[in-house]
């Protein structure tokens, strides 16, 4: 990838950012309405084998709403440990640990260009520069050229540290704002900075508290004010 300055006019960049927004928002909408349709139907017919078929079906929803970045998919894990208790807590901690490893797995997979196109179509020309100049380097250059402006006691502590302040991004109130679990994972794995195994086992931990202490001592302190 070579720097660039033949950006597309301002609407058609624009047309393509809402489209590929409003394909992600439709096919969120599209999972959220089925879940929510078979719910109502397994409800409904009081089978308990088709109960157990939506409950696998609403995991592997969550799975997949979990690794889209804005979507608050931790808050939908919550209500589920909420609604069904200890029961459904190994299965909820499978799911999440699953859609975050899929959104870190696509983001490292995903090529720099992509990002680069798509800033492109925002009109932000720095970074894009940045995009470009990152890209032939390896983790280890990436790493300090991204943290050679950070005070140099801080320095350290990044480096050395940063699989500990991944895990504390899933678990801080507001990381909505972040871009959520499935943000946070894409973001992760786009990066280039963590080793996907290191990275996955990271996830693994970080999500557990929750679930385990649903499954201990019951989902209460979940719906307590």
């Given at each position: 990838m070579t720097d660039r300055d033949d950006f597309p006019p301002w609407h058609i960049g624009l047309a393509r950012v809402a489209l590929k927004i409003a394909t992600?928002?439709?096919?969120?909408?599209?999972?959220?309405?089925?879940?929510?349709?078979?719910?109502?139907?397994?409800?409904?017919?009081?089978?308990?084998g088709l109960m157990l078929g939506v409950m696998i079906a609403l995991l592997l929803g969550y799975a997949l709403l979990l690794a889209v970045p804005f979507v608050p998919g931790i808050e939908i894990g919550i209500s589920l440990l909420v609604m069904k208790g200890a029961d459904v807590a190994p299965f909820v901690?499978?799911?999440?640990?699953?859609?975050?490893?899929?959104?870190?797995?696509?983001?490292?997979?995903?090529?720099?260009?992509?990002?680069?196109?798509?800033?492109?179509?925002l009109r932000m020309k720095r970074a894009c520069h940045l995009i470009a100049h990152l890209e032939p380097m390896s983790r280890d250059e990436r790493l300090a050229h991204l943290t050679k402006r950070l005070p140099e006691v801080i320095v350290p502590v990044f480096n050395m540290g940063r699989y500990v302040l991944f895990a504390v991004l899933f678990n801080i109130p507001g990381n909505a704002v972040l871009g959520g679990g499935g943000g946070i994972a894409f973001a992760a794995g786009f990066s280039r900075l963590f080793r996907p195994a290191y990275a996955l086992l990271?996830?693994?931990?970080?999500?557990?508290?929750?679930?385990?202490?649903?499954?201990?001592?019951?989902?209460?302190?979940?719906?307590?004010?």
């Open positions: 992600i928002a439709v096919a969120v909408f599209l999972i959220l309405l089925i879940m929510d349709w078979a719910q109502r139907r397994a409800e409904a017919s009081g089978s308990d901690y499978a799911a999440t640990v699953i859609g975050l490893s899929m959104s870190f797995m696509i983001g490292r997979c995903v090529p720099y260009r992509w990002l680069h196109n798509f800033l492109a179509d990271t996830i693994t931990l970080a999500v557990l508290p929750v679930p385990l202490l649903v499954w201990l001592v019951g989902s209460q302190f979940l719906a307590s004010p």
